[in-house]
């Protein structure tokens, strides 16, 4: 067993003896590296990979699903903090399902799931209420937790106290409301949300007017409600709101036109500026108007007709006349009564009430109208020295298109322009550009570099060059060192004329070809040679 082992070993020394010193460390180097290298696939593959399955938890809900993994035999990493757990990437989603059909993560809130973990059995009305209002107050810490830029919130409410008798003279009391937004690295809340926060925090509590409700972020800065009456907080936000509208509408204008007339002049010899002004004001507008369902003849409806025909008939009738006389009946100095003959009159009355379209229109003009708006245009010649290279008829046509553009931005001001009027708010210049310097030291810069990268070029060809020649001179040194130190082999004899016995030299050749194979080969070579 010894012997084979120190054969075994005299054959790695002897292998490895016929390497130079450059492929030696080039071996060793080789092989620590692919040692290192499978010790670290190994190690990342065998480690736990762990992933955060919950951030930012409260106290409460971090110790009851620690309790959890805990019982679950589940691993887990806390931080420092303790408000972030971390578990295997694999039971991630295992782990927020069994946390939340136990409902551990409550995000620190206690909503009205608490009245049916809790019997309320035996509970006072004072108890009762204390318990009611934290649960009104943790469902709309959940409520506005949903929210994606909002990391957590605090919600307080004061209710009034119920009382069975109305009060005297004043209005009953109302209830209020406070809230605490801690809103998240990198997120803001606009105003439209923040409106919507107000109407939940208003149409969740009774008797709960919006103007009785605060929210605020976590630095403490005032959330106002955009449609309250007291909008002197809002002032600024309001006019810079105004102020960047402004600015969007002007630079979409010059951004248009100098597109427009660049990719017809030439992107470098057109200068646009635009000036705008813009009427926020929003108006209402009410009308009641009245029209006739029949357009032709312009009659309403017939709602209702009543119609009283009369008709009378007499034979006749006496009539004053005659000479006064003094008769029993008669008075005197009046004229006697006569008969006229047959009398007959008919009275016929109609009545109707007619109805018309009565049309009510309440009208919102919007806030954002254009109320004024100028052009001026610098155009470059096309030979810059000479004014004169640029033609009328070029800027006449650059002076329609501008007017064109400012009637459809001042369509829905309410001015009547005239043609006049529309051509003093567009100006169109010839003039050459202030761009020498600007292209001489681009051009320099641009020099300067391309010097760079050429010298940089020059250099890496050459430190090239210079490494495949070294590389090359010292391939060749290490081919002849090999050549140099390659051992040269002593083959053995063995002496056949003083060895009697035919067994013992095939012993000793056997030994041989055991021991040292290579021997044994190289000595058949000598002695076929030598035959």
């Known amino acids: 067993m010894n012997e084979n082992l120190l054969q075994y070993w005299n054959k790695a020394k002897q292998y490895w003896n016929q390497f130079s010193k450059t492929q030696k460390i080039t071996l060793i180097s080789t ?3 692919v040692i290192l290298t499978i010790g670290i ?8 990979e762990y992933a955060l399955a919950y951030t930012n938890l409260p ?7 620690k309790t959890y993994l805990d019982e679950a035999r589940i691993p887990y990493q806390l931080s420092e903090d303790g408000k972030s757990i971390g578990v295997p990437r694999s039971e991630v989603a295992s782990v927020k399902l069994g946390v939340e059909s136990q409902g551990l993560n409550k995000n620190g809130n206690i909503g009205y799931g608490a009245f049916s973990e809790s019997s309320t059995f035996g509970t006072t009305d004072r108890e009762f209420d204390v318990k009611y209002l934290n649960a009104v107050q943790g469902e709309l810490q959940q409520l506005i937790n949903t929210n ?14 119920d009382s069975v008798f109305l009060p005297s003279g004043a209005e009953p009391d109302k209830a209020s409301a406070s809230v605490v937004l801690e809103i998240k690295p990198g997120y803001s809340l606009d105003q439209a949300k923040i409106d919507t926060m107000y109407n939940l925090v208003s149409h969740s509590v009774k008797e709960l007017p919006i103007e009785n409700i605060t929210i605020s972020d976590q630095n403490g800065d005032l959330l106002e409600y955009s449609k309250g009456d007291n909008q002197i907080g809002n002032a600024s936000t309001i006019a810079m709101q105004q102020f960047e509208i402004n600015n969007k509408f ?38 009641q108007l009245v029209t006739a369902p029949n357009e032709v003849d312009q009659v309403g409806l017939d709602i209702s ?60 003009l919007t806030p954002h109208v254009v109320k004024d708006l100028t052009i001026n245009v610098g155009i470059e010649p096309p030979d810059p020295l000479d004014m004169n290279s ?15 553009v400012v009637r459809a931005a001042l369509a829905d001001s309410g001015q009547v322009m005239t043609e006049e009027e529309l051509a003093r708010k567009v100006t169109v210049f010839p003039q050459t550009f202030a761009r020498t310097n600007e292209i001489q030291g681009a051009n ?77 080969v190289n000595l058949l070579r000598t002695w076929l040679v030598d035959e």
């Open 305 to 364: 007709i009543q119609e009283i025909q009369k008709n009378y008939t007499s034979d006749g009738a006496e009539q004053q006349g005659g000479v006064p006389g003094t008769g029993a009946t008669d008075v005197p100095g009046y004229p006697g009564a006569a008969n006229t003959g047959r009398t007959n009159s008919e009275e016929l009355q109609r009545t109707v009430n007619r109805e018309v379209n009565r049309i009510t229109n309440e009208i919102v």
């Open 250 to 287: 002007k630079n979409d204008v010059q951004r248009n036109v100098q597109q427009m007339l660049g990719a017809i002049l030439g992107r470098d010899k057109v200068i646009v500026s635009v000036f705008s002004t813009m009427n926020f004001d929003q108006t209402r507008r009410k009308e």
């Open 148 to 161: 994606t830029a909002v990391s957590s919130s605090k919600v307080l409410i004061s209710l009034p106290k």
């Open 390 to 404: 640029l033609t009328p008829q070029t800027v006449e046509a650059v002076r329609q298109i501008l007017v064109n």
């Open 31 to 33: 092989l620590v590296i």
């Open 444 to 520: 320099a810069n641009t020099m300067l570099l391309y010097g760079a990268l050429g010298g940089l070029a020059l250099a890496l060809i050459g430190g090239g060059a210079y490494w495949l020649l070294r590389r090359r001179r010292a391939r060749a040194q290490v081919e002849e060192e090999i050549v140099d130190e390659t051992p040269r082999v002593e083959f053995p004899t063995i002496d056949i004329d003083n060895v009697k016995n035919e067994n013992q030299v095939r012993k000793q050749l056997e030994q041989l070809a055991k021991r040292k194979p290579d021997e044994f």
């Open 41 to 48: 696939i190994s190690y990342n593959l065998s480690k736990t």
């Open 59 to 65: 106290p409460s809900d971090a110790a009851a699903i």
